[in-house]
């Protein structure tokens, strides 16, 4: 090597070492676009990344292989793993059909997510939207505000994107008319107010021609605004975070040994120094930050953004999930919430199912306890509902089964922003932001009894239980609930049978047979059960309980070993051909809607304590299965 060439790279590495630093340093600006190929959109994208020509080299080195590590897409590169994203969805490697675009400028360096505008529009563009600072929502100079337009900026609004550029694209081909620009503006500055987004720039486009995209166009001498990049590069977005105080949900716990206990996680509000007064959420606990602690050593002040340990002055126990917050202003906490909830599930939502709820770094068990009304996302009506389908919108009353550290979803994505998750597939069924808390439990606790389920259940001689018998309509759960009864009965044991037919005359006379309905006669049965063992009775429940997940929400009721899962195993012909009280007949007939095992599901038990054939063996034989395994 000579020494001309010797130069020659150590000026290139400087360049590159300078660059770099640059890079580091920028600004980072997140912003979503929202529009159809139609209105402009690749073009737009697509001169945006081939006008300013760098695309983050080093990244995207460092993403391949990550990719080929972690990465959902057999290798390729996955371009979701550079965001944040919905971090908590892309634990469950869930796919989502967004992709995400890489730029920078001299002044800042930008993630762009792009949108498909297809029907799984509400599912994309919330994950898009949720990191996002601006929307670039795009419309067609000729066409103007379209439905599309109202539902995307519902969607940005719910999102708490608060920075709109609003791009009247294609302005070359109305004339640069600057009226034709001015009555889009109005309207929808109009529909902006309507839906809370405070700061809207409009700009005439034309991204085809280049006018007003990089650079402000003759063509619109009537137009003294910025350039869309200019905008991009200059906006400022408020971050509502910025008013908190101190926020951590922690992460993880770092105790490497016994003189060392630190709560790593990142912050999501606010600002920390050694010495601050703290509290850990939800025990309330107080006490001082000691520390903090990075790679390279001690921090005097760490702010919103920024991966750190915390270690504290006293020796308070946190967990992963737990917040820690300001002392000044900490979260409230609350079980009981008012939540909007896009639903991303293949199954629908059902009131009274149970889910997980992830929020920051905790899980939590969660159910809706009603839907208050859906929102038509294409013109913002609000429509009562008895169920969610997929891409549909809805506020909902929520119920966790703890209480958690929230803030509304507008003041603190973190703190406010969640996910639902599908008990038995693990899918994510939902993406939601919490509103307010709903005050109603507050004011409830629990009244301690001193006559408790066990002595009850001693003083019977007996050891509460609850068998459920689940399947199909004249499977033969009645029969042999009613033989087990007589025999507990006869053996002076204290039972009582629950019986669908029968219940439903009474306390769930006011539910049908759709899904949903369904879902609710099982919890209320569910928590009757319950009651019942606590009062040491032994309970013989025969509901048809098709579905799986109430099935499994009625388990968790009860305590280890309490609960006896009965499959009564009869296939529909035989069931069919029973026909005990004519109601198959009916129904092929078309007369009984939603009728199991004809044109409503059964979800036979995966793993049931028993199985009874009822095909194999008597009644009395069975009801004596069910007899041993209850007493042993
Ligand atoms: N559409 C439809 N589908 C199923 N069953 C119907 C329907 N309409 C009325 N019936 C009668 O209602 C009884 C089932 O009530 P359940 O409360 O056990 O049903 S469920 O658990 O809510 O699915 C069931 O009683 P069993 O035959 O004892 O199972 C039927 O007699
Ligand atoms: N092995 C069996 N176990 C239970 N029932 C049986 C059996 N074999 C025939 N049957 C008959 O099937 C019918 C089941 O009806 P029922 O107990 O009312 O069902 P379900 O409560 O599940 O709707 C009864 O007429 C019963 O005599």
């Not at 689940?470 to 087990?484: C, D, H």
């Not at 009869?570 to 004519?582: F, S, W, Y």
Request: aromatic share 6%; with cysteine.
């Amino acid at each position: 090597m000579d020494a001309s060439t010797g130069i020659a790279n150590l000026e290139a590495e400087a360049a590159v070492a300078a660059y770099l630093e640059q890079h580091e340093t920028k600004g980072l600006l997140r912003f979503i676009t929202c529009g159809s190929v139609d209105d402009g959109k690749s073009t737009l994208i697509g001169r945006l990344l081939h006008d300013t020509k760098r695309l983050f080299d080093d990244q995207l080195a460092a993403l391949e292989s990550d990719s080929r590590r972690h990465g959902t897409q057999n290798g390729e590169i996955d371009y979701a793993l550079l965001v944040d994203g919905l971090s908590a969805e892309r634990e469950q490697g869930i796919t989502i059909d967004v992709a995400y675009r890489f730029f920078s400028t001299d002044k800042r360096k930008f993630i762009v997510a792009d949108c498909p505008g297809h029907e799984q529009y509400t599912r994309n563009m919330a994950t898009g939207a949720s990191t996002a600072d601006v929307a670039v929502v795009l419309v067609d100079a000729r066409k103007g505000l379209l439905t599309q337009t109202r539902r995307h900026s519902y969607i940005v609004s719910l999102l708490g994107i608060r920075h709109v550029l609003l791009a009247v694209n294609k302005m070359d081909l109305v004339g640069y008319d600057q009226a034709v620009f001015d009555t889009i503006v109005a309207g929808y500055r109009e529909l902006a107010a309507q839906l809370g987004i405070d700061h809207v720039q409009a700009v005439p486009l034309s991204a085809l021609k280049g006018d007003n995209l990089i650079e402000r166009s003759a063509a619109t001498s009537w137009y003294d605004g910025p350039s869309v990049l200019e905008y991009l590069e200059t906006v400022e977005p408020s971050r509502d975070e910025a008013g908190l105080g101190f926020r951590l949900p922690v992460q993880w716990v770092n105790r490497p040994n016994q003189d060392f206990r630190g709560f790593a996680g990142t912050i999501v509000a606010g600002s920390v120094k050694p010495g601050d007064a703290v509290v850990a959420l939800p025990s309330g606990r107080r006490s001082q930050v000691a520390r903090i602690v990075v790679a390279n050593g001690d921090l005097e002040r760490a702010a919103a953004g920024q991966a750190v340990t915390l270690t504290l002055t006293d020796e308070l126990d946190i967990s992963r999930g737990d917040v820690i917050a300001g002392a000044g202003q900490p979260p409230e906490l609350s079980d009981q919430f008012a939540a909007h909830l896009l639903w991303m599930g293949e199954q629908p939502l059902l009131p009274g199912r149970p889910y997980w709820l992830k929020i920051g770094t905790r899980t939590v068990g969660a159910t809706v306890t009603e839907i208050k009304h859906k929102v038509d996302v294409n013109t913002q009506d609000k429509l009562a509902a008895k169920h969610l389908e997929l891409n549909e919108v809805a506020l909902c009353n929520l119920h966790l089964d703890q209480p958690i550290p929230f803030e509304a979803y507008r003041d603190n994505r973190a703190l406010g922003g969640f996910i639902l998750i599908d008990r038995l597939s693990n899918a994510t069924a939902a993406a939601g932001t919490l509103e307010f808390a709903l005050r109603r439990a507050g004011n409830i606790h629990w009244q301690h009894v001193d006559v408790d389920k066990a002595a009850r259940s001693t003083s019977k001689g007996q050891v509460a239980r609850c068998v459920w018998f689940t399947g199909l309509s004249g499977s033969g759960k009645s029969t042999i609930a009613n033989l087990v009864d007589k025999r507990l009965h006869a053996m002076g044991r204290h039972a009582f049978v629950l019986d669908g037919d029968n219940v439903r005359h009474g306390l769930n006379k006011d539910l049908g047979f759709t899904d949903e309905d369904r879902v609710e006669n099982i919890r209320r049965v569910a928590e009757v059960a319950r009651l019942m063992t606590e009062a040491g009775l032994i309970v013989l429940v025969s509901f048809i309980s098709p579905f799986r997940a109430e099935r499994r929400m009625a388990r968790e009721l009860f305590g280890d070993g309490e609960f006896i899962e009965a499959f009564v195993d009869t296939p529909l012909d035989v069931a069919e051909q029973r026909d005990i009280k004519g109601l198959y007949a009916k129904a092929r007939a078309g007369k009984i809607p939603n009728f199991t095992g004809i044109d409503s599901p059964y979800e036979p038990p995966e793993t049931a304590e028993l199985v009874l054939d009822t095909v194999a063996e008597s009644a009395e034989a069975l009801a004596e299965r069910v007899i041993r395994r209850l007493l042993d």
